[in-house]
Structure formats: C-alpha cells, structure tokens
C-alpha cells in the first residue's frame, strides 16, 4: 500500500533531551513536510522540503531540525531548544515543486509529550 | 494576509442535517483551497478540494461553494451521519518560488448526533 508512515506512534522526552521523528513515504513525492498540531490552533508549518538535500524553515521552525538525505525520507529532530515541544507532529507528502494544486498527504502522526 | 479564518470552532448537527463550515481568507494569491477531515488520533485526509475559477464543487454529499468576491468559501455536508463527526479544517494554497504551502485554518469539531 503506497503511504506515509510515520514512527513512533508515541514519544517521550526529557528535559535536556533531543528526540528524532521518522517520516518514510512510498508515493514518489518530491515533496515532504513537518507539521505541528495543538489544541484549536489547526496546523502550522514547521519545515518543507521539494527535493534531496534541500528545506526550508517553515513559520515555527525554532527548536527544530530536519534532514533529506533520501527522497522517501524527512526525518525531523526536536532539540532542547524547542521549550514546549509537547503536540501532535504530522509529515506529509506532495507530488512536489513543478506542480500546483497538488493535496499534501498525510501520515497519522507523532504524539510527543514531556517526561 | 496569510491566514485562513475557520468558523465555527464546534458544530452540534442531528443526523440526516446539512453541516456547515465557512472560511474565509486575505490573499488573492490562493490557487487551491482544500478541505480535510480528522478523526482522533489519526492524520488528515483530503476530503474534497477547488480552484477559485470554481463556484461550487459536489463530491456525494459533501459541497464546497467558493465565492471569490467575497473571500470566502465554505463547505456543507448534507444528509449528515455519526460517522461525519471529526475535525474539519480548511486550507489554502499558495503556489510561489517553486514551493506549495498550505495555510490551515484552525478547524472545526463536528459532532452528529443520531
């Protein structure tokens, strides 16, 4: 089944700690995404990437890293830096950069919470 | 100029009711206006989705009228169901330097009753 998995499905870190989202999708999209979801606030952008080796900081980008060593994956890293770092984390994929109006497709999330 | 204002926050509709949810915007630059539906613990899905050189588009029961004057677009879901109840957000698209971004509003919590 082509898809986004997303792991782990549950993660909990400590003060002090960096922890590391995966993000694996078999649909051929150039284009991967991070999203953060709280509570009535919908979803914001935290980082894109449209092709390898290339991303951009979305609008909540501090606190965060991201890599794009492949194209099937987006791994993103949340640092000690982030202070509140406890939401639910969405990845999501589109056809990418050459097109437009393309859905994003989403995996079923990460949910991190602080020890 | 970027955001997407979603009302209402929560919507209470008895089965085999219309829901509707309305969203309106700033940015004419928009090309794609997406709807998604969220059950709990689960990730989006795209549900139905416009360009705004449409004024309606019908996908079973679920419509989306787009007013482009006005800035606004909303979706209705007829003959509503138990199984309809989830988070419902819009989205709009921007399409600039290469790169599509999407703009979310911050969504809608539908329940239906039976």
């Known amino acids: 089944d082509g898809g986004i998995t997303q792991s782990p499905k549950y993660l909990f870190r400590k003060e002090g700690q960096n922890v590391t989202l995966s993000c694996e999708q078999n649909l051929n999209h150039d284009a991967m995404y991070w999203y953060r979801q709280d509570p009535g606030q919908g979803l914001r952008l935290i980082y894109y990437s449209q092709i390898v080796n290339d991303f951009q900081k979305g609008d909540i980008a501090e606190g965060y890293s991201v890599s794009r060593e492949k194209k099937e994956s987006f791994p993103l890293t949340v640092t000690s830096a982030q202070k509140n770092p406890t939401a639910f984390y969405l990845c999501?994929?589109?056809?990418?950069?050459?097109?437009?109006?393309?859905?994003?497709?989403f995996g079923d999330g990460t949910r991190l919470s602080i020890l | 100029q970027q955001q997407v204002k979603q009302s209402p926050q929560s919507l209470i509709v008895q089965k085999g009711g219309i829901s509707i949810i309305n969203c309106a915007y700033e940015n004419t630059a928009f090309d794609y206006f997406p709807w998604y539906q969220q059950f709990p613990g689960k990730g989006p899905a795209l549900l139905i989705a416009i360009r705004p050189d449409v004024s309606e588009k019908k996908e079973g029961r679920f419509t989306i009228s787009f007013n482009k004057s006005a800035k606004q677009f909303s979706l209705h879901i007829m003959d509503s169901q138990p199984g309809d109840s989830a988070t419902y957000f819009c989205?709009?698209?921007?399409?600039?330097?290469?790169?599509?971004?999407?703009?979310f509003g911050a969504g809608t919590r539908l329940a239906v009753h039976p």
């Open positions: 999501a994929s589109s056809m990418g950069q050459h097109y437009s109006n393309q859905p994003q497709h």
């Open positions: 989205a709009a698209n921007s399409f600039s330097g290469g790169y599509n971004k999407l703009i």
